[in-house]
């Protein structure tokens, strides 16, 4: 089973950029056909926020199309979110997982926070 991890979160102002990393602990991501990024805000659910699989194929939710840019590099066993024009409703916990099937479990995250 592959073990993911989440980095690069931070505070970053209004009209920012980050780019948050997701990296194979354990296992090979290329193991995983579609790979996504959520996010958790506090007092909502946990949505769905862009995801890519093997081919380079993508989805993006409404709120990160235009503005996010997911990618996986299968060579480095990573993925990451490139996030520009952060808005304060971004702010959130962000969380790497399988897409497309039921998660067992979710990793710690990596906490964002779009703030003058």
């Known amino acids: 089973q592959v073990q993911l991890v989440e980095s690069g979160g931070g505070l970053v102002q209004p009209g920012g950029s980050l780019i948050l990393s997701c990296a194979a602990a354990?296992?090979?991501?290329?193991?995983?056909?579609?790979l996504g990024w959520w996010s958790q805000a506090p007092g909502h659910w946990r949505e769905l926020v862009a995801a890519?699989?093997?081919?380079?194929?993508?989805l993006y939710s409404d709120i990160a199309r235009g503005r996010f840019t997911i990618s996986r590099d299968n060579a480095k066993n990573t993925m990451t979110l490139q996030m520009n024009s952060l808005k304060p409703e971004d702010t959130a916990v962000y969380y790497c997982?399988?897409?497309?099937?039921?998660?067992?479990?979710w990793g710690q995250g990596t906490q964002v926070t779009v703030s003058s």
């Open positions: 997982n399988e897409y497309g099937k039921p998660a067992d479990s």
């Open positions: 354990s296992g090979n991501i290329r193991s995983i056909n579609a």
């Open positions: 890519v699989d093997n081919g380079g194929s993508t």
